[in-house]
């Protein structure tokens, strides 16, 4: 998503076309949300089978299992803080602002070393993962606060809100799936139908054009 959209704000910010950034980052931000709110939730439901399956094996037993999600679940809470940095940090660059990404990249580091060190001694590795989770989030508010002190007006629309009920609706039903009937499937299959319906009921959420966006930015990525 950030490599589709960068090209855009860079045209943008040498045009000082306003209207045109603050449409392009709602965009980006928007767009962050609708796929990576739904990984988190897919990841927290189902974080637990898809570990099993891949790794579960030999030594790597249920204990091994267990605190390899904790550890997700830790990460997991500043996901969507790192995912909008990426966006932010895409945006200071266009606008030629290349001294802050490495000052709250910075910031994030001090509070991740402060946290790791307050946490490690109460959750152990969750407690670390936890705090790099934090630290995204830091992160990710103080590079939107700094961004909307230059350009404001770019918050996603009422829109968004359709898509979290989505993500909940989806994480709700693929939650109450496994629960009742994953569990009898064994691992792969607990993990192929959670990725199936959470697929299924989500995409109408998502919509076509946020597909497009985010297929073309895969793409522009990878080749």
Avoid: K
Wanted: charged content about 10%; overall charge positive.
């Amino acid at each position: 998503i950030g490599t589709a959209i960068l090209p855009r704000l860079s045209r943008d910010a040498m045009e000082a076309n306003t209207e045109a950034l603050q449409r392009g980052l709602r965009e980006g931000v928007e767009l962050v949300l609708i796929w990576v709110l739904p990984a988190i939730a897919g990841l927290l439901v189902l974080g637990r089978p898809i570990i099993g399956f891949l790794f579960g094996h030999g030594a790597f037993g249920a204990l091994a299992v267990e605190d390899t999600y904790r550890a997700l679940a830790g990460y997991l809470v500043g996901l969507w803080g790192y995912a909008l940095l990426h966006i932010f940090t895409r945006a200071f660059h266009a606008l030629g602002l290349l001294q802050l990404p490495p000052l709250i990249l910075g910031l994030s580091v001090w509070v991740n070393v402060v946290l790791d060190l307050a946490l490690v001694g109460i959750w152990g590795v969750f407690g670390l993962s936890l705090a790099t989770g934090i630290s995204g989030c830091v992160g990710g508010v103080l590079a939107g606060v700094l961004l909307w002190r230059r350009i404001p007006g770019w918050l996603p629309g009422r829109g968004i809100f359709f898509r979290l009920f989505g993500t909940a609706l989806m994480a709700g039903i693929v939650y109450g799936l496994d629960r009742y009937v994953g569990v009898h499937l064994g691992e792969f299959g607990r993990v192929s139908l959670g990725v199936i319906l959470g697929v299924i009921v989500y995409l109408p959420f998502a919509g076509r054009h946020s597909i497009r966006v985010a297929l073309r930015g895969f793409f522009s990525g990878t080749g």
